[in-house]
T-cell receptor, first 114, second 114 residues
Framework: AQSVTQLDSQVPVFEEAPVELRCNYS??????LFWYVQYPNQGLQLLLK??????LVKGINGFEAEFNKSQTSFHLRKPSVHISDTAEYFC????????????FGKGTKLSVIP | DSGVTQTPKHLITATGQRVTLRCSPR?????VYWYQQSLDQGLQFLIQ???????AKGNILERFSAQQFPDLHSELNLSSLELGDSALYFC?????????????FGPGTRLTVL
């Protein structure tokens, strides 16, 4: 069974500073990886996904993530954050072995400080 | 706006009662997924339907059931409600069966059991 670990539950960062949100996964088979964002009192919005190919994937709102198979990681980065990036971010995985559901990490709350 | 709609937005009920949550997927999406988000358990997959048939089951209690209708909308039925069922319930949809292309989430139904 797959699992997802988000190493930081809360990350405060100053506006215009870079940020990295860490995600590690465990799975014995090939995986598809996702980052979702949840703004206060809203549903989840897909930021980006890795299915195959280039290990660096770019998403919406200036976010990008790098898939590292040897370290089983899929960290999310943004070079310069904005106040509007304050939200909770979820890393998720679908196993390629005929599994259809998303397995989510516990989430990381990003707080951007003006 | 993801194109996935959920009703009602809020639901307040008493222990022992039964409620029905409704979801309409994005136009053209055949798969519907239900997730529960609670403070202690995080985001957990409940069940998936694809074109009217149950496809995958996760941590869904026996008191909960779901179905997908010919027009592809889905309903999640929760019965004999307990205080611990209070949570945010999300519906998501995807084009195909596996969801690897990304699942698009509705705004959620917040259930409060008193």
């Amino acid at each position: 069974a797959q699992s997802v670990t988000q190493l930081d539950s809360q990350v405060p960062v100053f506006e215009e500073a870079p940020v990295e949100l860490r995600c590690n996964y465990s799975s014995s088979v090939s995986v598809y990886l996702f980052w979702y964002v949840q703004y206060p009192n809203q549903g989840l919005q897909l930021l980006l996904k890795y299915l195959s190919g280039s290990t660096l994937v770019k998403g919406i709102n200036g976010f990008e993530a790098e898939f590292n198979k040897s370290q089983t990681s899929f960290h999310l980065r943004k070079p310069s954050v904005h106040i509007s990036d304050t939200a909770e971010y979820f890393c998720a995985v679908i196993s390629g072995a005929g599994s259809y559901q998303l397995t989510f990490g516990k989430g990381t709350k990003l707080s951007v400080i003006p | 706006d993801s194109g996935v709609t959920q009703t009602p937005k809020h639901l307040i009920t008493a222990t022992g009662q039964r409620v029905t949550l409704r979801c309409s997927p994005r136009s053209g999406d055949l798969s519907v997924y239900w997730y529960q988000q609670s403070l202690d358990q995080g985001l957990q997959f409940l069940i998936q339907y694809y074109n009217g048939e149950e496809r995958a089951k996760g941590n869904i209690l026996e008191r909960f059931s779901a179905q997908q209708f010919p027009d592809l909308h889905s309903e999640l039925n929760l019965s004999s409600l307990e205080l611990g069922d209070s949570a945010l319930y999300f519906c998501a949809s995807s084009r195909r069966d596996g969801g690897a292309v990304g699942q698009f989430f509705g705004p959620g139904t917040r259930l409060t059991v008193l």
